[in-house]
Antibody, heavy 120, light 108 residues
């Protein structure tokens, strides 16, 4: 059974940093690109970043480029999102998701999400 | 960036009736279009990919159609568990991947 489990969310002050983790199981992690998608309270879905299966390619939405860094450790079956210079507008539920068949693809499995609140 | 526009924002339908949700892309995405269902407090769930292929375990009452810029998600006979928010997503010109703003399907 495919499972994705995010952790690391919480309350952080503006300008602060946070690192999210996504532990996966049930599939060969290194064979799949992975992404982070967020959802602000009461809003829609926003793609943030994607990383290839090897970790050699990454891409970011303009809204987080230069502030967020996606990474993965395949030996640990874990995906990360390092978030720096956080703003109130970054308050959201953050989901990790598996890209089904290619680097830029739809998402066939999602984690349950972790809430990040940026507030003083 | 490809903008995805969903209509209507809210759709009120009675159980057992058909629901038709629309998604329009600002430029052609070929058939690289997915639909997701999201219930309150839950992660999105993949329903349809490739514009018309049902994901694993998705009931046959869900169907997708369209190509290019116009897409439709049809739920043939609404069940109580189908009332949720539905999002479309394009992955053709995938950088950035973009989602529609969602359609809320509510009980009439």
């Amino acid at each position: 059974e495919v499972q994705l489990l995010e952790s690391g969310g919480g309350l952080v002050q503006p300008g602060g940093s946070l690192r999210l983790s996504c532990a996966v199981s049930g599939f060969t992690f290194s064979s799949y690109a992975m992404s982070w998608v967020r959802q602000a309270p009461g809003k829609g879905l926003e793609w943030l970043s994607t990383i290839s299966g090897s970790g050699g390619r990454t891409d970011y939405a303009d809204s987080v480029k230069g502030r967020f860094t996606i990474s993965r450790v395949n030996s640990k079956n874990t995906l990360y999102l390092q978030m720096n210079s956080l703003r109130a507008a970054d308050t959201a539920v953050y989901y990790c998701a598996r890209a089904d068949y290619s680097y830029g693809s739809y998402f066939d499995y999602w984690g349950q999400g972790t809430l990040v609140t940026v507030s003083s | 960036e490809i903008v995805m526009m969903q209509s209507p924002a809210t759709l009120s339908v009675s159980p057992g009736e058909r629901a038709t949700l629309s998604c329009r892309a600002s430029q052609s995405v070929s058939s690289n279009l997915a639909w997701y269902q999201q219930k309150p407090g839950q992660a999105p769930r993949l329903l349809i990919y490739g514009a018309s292929t049902r994901a694993t375990g998705i009931p046959a009452r869900f169907s997708g159609s369209g190509s290019g810029t116009e897409f439709t998600l049809t739920i043939s006979s609404l069940q109580s568990e189908d009332f949720a928010v539905y999002y479309c997503q394009q992955y053709n010109n995938w950088l950035p991947i973009t989602f529609g703003q969602g359609t809320r399907l509510e009980i009439k």
